[in-house]
């Protein structure tokens, strides 16, 4: 089957990725714009255009309503959620499919299921993909029964929103007497932030690293796993740079946990390109969630194996088998992503505005993908990232090279960015070695 039209609901760098990756499969695209994002360039590419409301997301990018309508009057066979914005949420998903469009992504009730940490953890229980230790399901009232629990899991603990996500619901707890406290203030932050009071307990790891798996799965009986990438350096739970694959997993740990994602995607009926996530401390990997959609770094693992994400997510979602089997499947090279945001190297404070002058660096292994351009305003209302530099290389050290080399040769001027925090970062030490753990980013910058 061929979907004919697809409605790109988002904006930015992966509106225009998932529209190139429409054009390579021949379908016609519709791209939907607020009012700020007329000049955004999948929008002077695409087939047809429908400006849906004003800058604020929730009026335009997140009004279900009005993406739905922009469909029907465009005739559109489908929708691409990208990431961010709706991706993720459900309901979009069961009303888009009753609608009688087609969701580029999974079935509403494996978004349910695993948007949901506490189903999400037991789900990955049943097909073998190790979790970290923690309560069985969300945490009852009786106090007594939940000391005991920590108590048995190993202080530190972390309690975490049932229904949460980007870093927000979490609450570390060191001591027995912070504990009751702890979960009555996580409990209400959930209820007020995700409208779901439902809290767990875990083990707090204190050193991890992030490593992630990719999989697709096309919800006929087959999926594939490309590899895992390390986006263990982060501020503020927001990824900065990312690599794969991850230095010192070794091929076995790669084969062994890919199997077992793969196998989950399969008992779970999983349809697109999905995301493992893990925690990896001491030589162990842990299970935190798995996320519904296409990643915004899903780049370098299209750099190591050849395999196009975008394209491969949309002929899925098309009702098409899986083009490629496990075997087809080569891990060549290194490849690293650096996001090259809109803001001040500083103190991180968004900054838009006209780009006054861009050059992109080229060659060898050299990707770059972005929606902006010189002359093109950088709006104050949405997330700041203005680009990603991919490189690719035979090895992790030449690839830093590449990189370092590639980003002395980007040139963005009229607004500020984060370039110089990547060169400071590609030279350090710590990073030159590998391996780093999700804290350190935010500790290098509170030494400055």
Known sequence: MKLEKVLIANRGEIALRILRACRQLGIKTVAVHSTADKDLMHVKLADETMCIGPAA????????PTIIAAAEATGASAIHPGYG???????????????GFTFIGPKADTIRLMGDKVSAKKAMQKAGVPCVPGSAGALGDDEKENRQLAAQIGYPIIIKAAGGGGGRGMRVVRTEAELDESIALTRREA??????????????????????FQILSDGQGHAVYLGERDCSMQRRNQKVLEEAPAPFITAEQRKKLGESCAKACIDIGYRGAGTFEFLFENGKFYFIEMNTRVQVEHPITEMITGVDIVREMISICAGNPLSIKQSDIKFKGHAIECRINAED????????????????????GVRWDSHVYQGYKVPPYYDSLVGKLIVHDDTRELARLRMLESLDELVLEGIKSNISL??????????????ASIHYLEQKLSEQ
């Open 57 to 64: 997301a929730k009026d335009s990018y997140l009004n279900i």
């Open 85 to 99: 914005f709706l991706s993720e949420n459900a309901d979009f998903a069961e009303m888009v499919e009753r609608s």
């Open 191 to 212: 209820d007020m932030f995700f409208n779901n009071p439902a809290v767990y307990m875990e083990k707090f790891l204190e050193n991890p690293r992030h490593i992630e």
């Open 345 to 364: 190297p500083k103190n991180f404070l968004p900054s838009p505005g006209e780009i006054k002058m861009l050059h992109v660096p080229g060659g060898p």
């Open 422 to 435: 990547h060169k400071d970062l590609l030279n350090d030490p710590v990073e030159i070695k590998g391996g």
